[in-house]
């Protein structure tokens, strides 16, 4: 396994890792929450709710004010997530670190955009009169995402650029 496959694989792995549990009002319903679907058990059964599911309930008007806006933000971080993974897979194929940063800001970003849909649906304790979250996953998307953008994945075999030119600097002895 290359340098570069290390990070592709870790930010595949985010999307198998249950980043929310959640249960909304006086225990009218609990879940799990991943990035793109949901698993919740309520009064009226079990319900396995993909992510244009959850869409179609914002657009149809079932969910509205807090719920509808956290909803619209977690979508907006799911996008994000496998914007990340796409860039990553394209820096893998091309064998280049050059796009592991810019995966890793959108990491961060898709992170940052979980944790304020659960703050807006939930309040700054994550619990509240609509219920209550724990947001398990999420720090594990912000750790991946900050060693992402910080971290160090060219393989540093023969110190190339991008554009094949040595980029160590040489003193040249002009005397």
Known sequence: MTRISLPLLCECLLF???LNIYGIG???ATGVQWALFRYQQSYLGNSLILMPGDLSFVFSGMLKGSSAYSTLIWVLGAVLLVAALIVLAFAAARRGARLVK???LLTVACGVLFLAAMLVQYGLTLHSDHGFSLPLGIPL???TGLWLVYGEFDDGKNGAGDNGEDTKNHD???S
């Open 102 to 104: 810019p995966a890793g």
């Open 172 to 174: 040249v002895d002009c």
């Open 141 to 143: 998307v912000l750790v």
């Open 26 to 28: 006086n225990n009218l």
């Open 16 to 18: 198998f890792i249950p």
